[in-house]
């Protein structure tokens, strides 16, 4: 993209970039971005991130400045389009990243709607470790003689990757969670809900062993907060839900743990993928009550994984094997109160304290009519037993 653009010599235009990069997380746009901008800028070029949960401010400046390349979330993109600060009519590529997960969270009709607004003799790329869906209605629409290049097929082994299922009886699963966690190096632990994510990685802490989490619930500057923490290294701990399972790549993340099976092979591959990357070894382990057990036979054959499952107890010798050395405990932080709360989590405010006195007193007040209506009651009931 960068190697054509700067092959030609437009002009940058007020809110009328060459290029498109479209992904279906913020954090994979930051990511692909992050990528983009040295070689844009050995060219020449420039690129902005649009996405929402942020100020669109400076995403509008830069636009209005001229911008040669846009990695963006449809969402935001639609919106900026519909404000009247860009207009998609000069783009010349267009790459779609992830292509069949923008399905799968049915961002398809606005990338649709995005591409009818590009001129229809540019370029358009889509890419995905596995391409399904709805992307043959994109492609049966939109790309003109469309070429299929495949690096692999999608169930093809990653050689550097092992994958284990350990079984485990309901009383002992958190306890292995833990224990798997409890190693040096840096692991990846994918729970199918938010609420997981968050409770997993506050137990976690609590136990010692420094996590954060990632999730949809985060605002924007908490996720690339969590994020950044564990790409450096500084926590080991990453507990996330599949929005971590697309494309966003760490270094060296030597474990991934499913939590609980996830709900189809192709978020299993994606999961699994976030470990063995770029010639790294890692492992994968599939975390199994009895219950599940015949789910994810059926799940681990869909995804051409043939591995004998293993009864494990938080001290099997195969648990301890695969977490290695143990990191050494670090005592939690004790959880700071804003200004203005009491330990349990009160305002102490001198409003929020009238409002509490208010509310005392009429507590007490409705108790003392309550206790004179209760006397009065049996006052009645004496005088008609007489």
Known sequence: MVARLSA????????????LVLAPTRELVNQIND???????????NTVTVFGGVSQVRQVNTLTKGVDIVVACPGRLEDLIGQGFVSLDSIEITVIGEADHMADLGFLPAVTRLLKQIPHSSQKMLFSATLDNGVDRLVA??????????VDDETSHVDEMTHHVFEVSTDNKKALIRELAAGRGKRILFTRTKHQAKKLAKQ????GIPAVDLHGNLSQSKRDKNLAAFGSGKIRVLVATDVAARGVHVDSVELVVHVDPPAESKSYLHRSGRTARAGHAGDVVTIVLP????????LLRK??????????????TAVA??????????????QQLS??????GKSQGTNAQRKRAARMGKQISNSHRSSSARANASSNTRLSRG
């Open 204 to 207: 976690l802490t609590a136990q």
């Open 291 to 298: 219950e599940q057990r015949k789910d994810t036979a059926i």
């Open 8 to 19: 030609t010599a437009t002009h940058r235009k007020s809110g009328r970039p060459r290029a």
């Open 321 to 334: 094997d695969l977490v290695g050395e143990r990191a050494p405990y670090v005592k939690p932080i004790p």
């Open 303 to 316: 995804a051409s994984i043939n591995i004998r499952p293993v009864r494990v107890i938080p001290s099997s």
């Open 339 to 344: 200004p203005g709360k009491s330990g349990n």
């Open 35 to 45: 990528v983009i901008i040295p070689l844009a800028h050995s060219a020449g070029l």
């Open 141 to 150: 629409a939109f790309l003109t003689n469309a070429v299929l290049h495949s």
